[in-house]
């Protein structure tokens, strides 16, 4: 298992991560699930489900059911991260 990223939370009941990601504008928050996307193709791990409002993005990523987090969950939430905050600078 990893390290839990900045602002994540574990869930039990599936096992999953999940974060609230916060945008100053709009037009960043509709960009963000494109970026997401590009990250999803390259590593084959899509999310789980994404809400979003005008300046948020919430998301779980997929985890294989009855499955225990691993590492690589916890190194794809802390490339979310980056992401984000490339976004947001």
């Keep these: 298992m990893g390290d839990l990223p900045n602002g994540w ?3 039990v009941k599936p ?4 974060r609230r990601f ?5 037009a960043d928050t509709r960009e ?8 999803a193709e390259e590593t084959g791990i899509h999310p789980q489900n994404i809400s979003f409002g005008s300046t948020y993005v919430n998301i779980m990523p997929e985890t294989v059911e009855g ?3 691993t590492a ?17 600078g």
């Design 72 to 88: 690589g969950d916890y190194a794809l939430a802390a490339r979310i991260n980056d992401l984000s905050m490339r976004k947001a």
């Design 22 to 26: 916060a945008f100053d504008r709009c």
């Design 9 to 11: 939370e574990t869930r």
């Design 32 to 39: 963000f699930p494109d970026v997401l996307a590009a990250l």
């Design 67 to 69: 499955a225990e987090l």
């Design 15 to 18: 096992p999953s991560l999940s």
